[in-house]
């Protein structure tokens, strides 16, 4: 079977991990989990760690009965379950649930291991409250002041995968060096997110390189935005989950590849962007000069 013919692993992945959060919720253990729902243990345990070959939409109405999932979040759970049928090299989603505390990519992005990311602006994990308030304003007109500070405060919850004492998200950042001069907010703003871009870039989980402009265009493309996923290997050396490439969709689908071909060829830009960047020392001082012409 190629990789064309296979169904995405996401949906499989995002469902597993759902099922597994709410259950530990719960309180409950595989084995009790597994009886009130009149599944296997071992089929739970596929289930929960994506390694079922096909999803079956009433074994997971049952586990959402059993866990006392609410009727429309139920729904939406069941969709993801349709979806793991879906043949395609990539996948698109618009985000599994309508609320932003829990969709396709901030799970994927809490259970990475490391993130090696090329960014135009500065990235959710990054922003400081002022920046972050500027972009999510700026895309989200119509919300009220109340909806805006939820969404700067689940993203500002996000980056405690970099700060957290046990095992810190590896983060490597290649930054393109107009994110130092396209004003975001006002002047205020940008002295404060640079100077925090330098600050944190001190953490030793945590990398920020510069791509200046003298670089030009790498392999000869304008390739955007993307972020390589890796999700690390178990206490025997096995690979966790495969790894995979995210696009964000602004405004429209994310988009993921999971095909070992194409994250390759991602892998391989990154590290030809990572050899024309400064290095660690010579980003931070571009940082804190940028920081400094904006105080003036």
Sequence with gaps: MTSEDNPSTLPRRQLGRFLRETREGQGLSIDKAARLA??????????????VAKVKVREI???CETYGVPQGETSRVLKLAEQA?????HTAFDGLY???????YLGLEAAARQLIAYHEIVPGLLQTADYARAL????????????IDRRVELRLKRQ??????????KLELLLHE??????????????AQLRHLAEIGKLPNVSIRIHPFTSGCMQGVLHGPFMILDFGTDTKGQTVEPPLVYFEGAGKADLYLENVD??????????????ACLDETRSRDLLRRAARSYAA
């Design 38 to 51: 009149e599944l296997s243990k071992s089929g739970l345990h596929r289930i929960e760690t994506a390694q």
């Design 61 to 63: 109405r049952a586990l």
């Design 85 to 89: 049928q879906v043949k395609s090299w």
């Design 98 to 104: 309508t609320d932003s505390t829990f969709n396709m």
């Design 136 to 147: 999510i304003s700026s895309f989200y007109r119509d919300s009220s002041p109340e909806d």
């Design 160 to 169: 405690a995968i970099l700060t957290r004492k046990s095992d810190p998200v």
């Design 178 to 191: 107009s994110a130092l001069h396209r004003v975001v907010g006002n002047p205020r703003i940008m002295a």
């Design 262 to 275: 194409d994250v390759q060829r991602y892998a391989e830009l990154a590290t030809a962007i990572r050899t």
